[in-house]
């Protein structure tokens, strides 16, 4: 009998939207006392859903352009790593305005903001081409759901 393991994307996905920034949420409410609140749960979702997430995603897509062109998007074009390259700087700049948001509070809405329509807009892509692969259907959730949080994040900071 044979086992359908968990893909290497899948794992990193979950790390990245949902372990790691629970485990930080919970670590920081624990050893810090800081209240459960939507700063507390935005801080450590940018900082992994967003920063750490888009950046490496970026350094993939600009050293390894293939697997998003072939796994994501089912292009087999070389022709088609150019704009993925590009796609990666996009999400390397992203991702580092992210990342040193953990450091720079009142860059937190911006990049909420920017990260958020990054991932509401492909998940509304990845809706309308219809997921054909589990990779796209992995991105296409993962996607809706960083969306959803940092719309929720901003709607409970900002308003």
């Known amino acids: 009998m044979t086992r359908n393991k968990p893909s290497l994307y899948l794992i990193s996905v979950m790390l990245f939207m949902l372990i790691l920034p629970a485990g930080s949420i919970v670590y920081q409410c624990l050893t810090q ?7 507390l749960i935005g801080k450590w979702f940018l900082f992994w859903s967003v920063g750490v997430r888009l950046f490496i995603a970026g350094i993939r897509q600009v050293t390894k352009p ?15 790593h150019i704009i993925i390259k590009e796609l990666g700087f996009g999400n390397l700049s992203i991702g580092l305005i992210g990342i040193l948001s953990i450091f720079k509070t009142a860059w937190c809405a911006p990049v909420a903001i920017a990260g958020g329509l990054f991932f509401g807009l492909a998940g509304i892509q990845h809706i309308l081409n219809r997921p054909a692969s589990k990779n796209e259907m992995i991105a296409m959730i993962s996607d809706l759901y960083i969306f959803c949080i ?4 901003l709607f409970f900071t900002l308003y």
């Open 33 to 39: 006392k800081t209240p459960f609140d939507w700063p």
């Open 66 to 80: 293939a697997f998003t062109a072939k796994e994501i998007f089912h292009i087999n074009n070389e022709e088609s």
């Open 150 to 153: 940092m719309a929720l994040y």
